[in-house]
């Protein structure tokens, strides 16, 4: 159970380092391509703005991943579910004021691992 929670939080953490890298490196070109809905002639002047959220799921990535380097598993499930957490509220507020997709992309695999961490944590 320990190897499935943390193979689902190492996903996780690959998302957003994904989202990080399109976000402030590649906004003008990959991020077009993510956010189709959002007008072409917007990606430029939302440049620092874009790199300022990628900044943040950086932050959510490095969070996940120090979950792998704490030994003691309660501490590790801790950090663990604070991280999946956030990361399942940003993608539930994504859903609602971005596009649906996000919900599915961040806060399920997110969701998946609360539910994984909380079972090894509390049983």
Known sequence: MILIAKIITALVALI?????????FAWTTTGKKV?????????E???????NQGLYNGFLAA?????????EIQWSANVALFFLGCVAIAGAYGAL?????IFIVQSIPALTGIILWSI???S
């Open 45 to 51: 002047p939302t440049k620092s703005m874009a790199a």
């Open 16 to 24: 957003h380092i994904y989202i990080l890298w399109f976000e402030m």
């Open 63 to 71: 969070g996940l991943i120090w979950s792998f380097f704490i030994t």
């Open 97 to 101: 004021t971005v596009s649906k997709k």
């Open 35 to 43: 956010f189709q809905n959002f007008p072409k002639d917007l990606f």
């Open 120 to 122: 090894i944590k509390f």
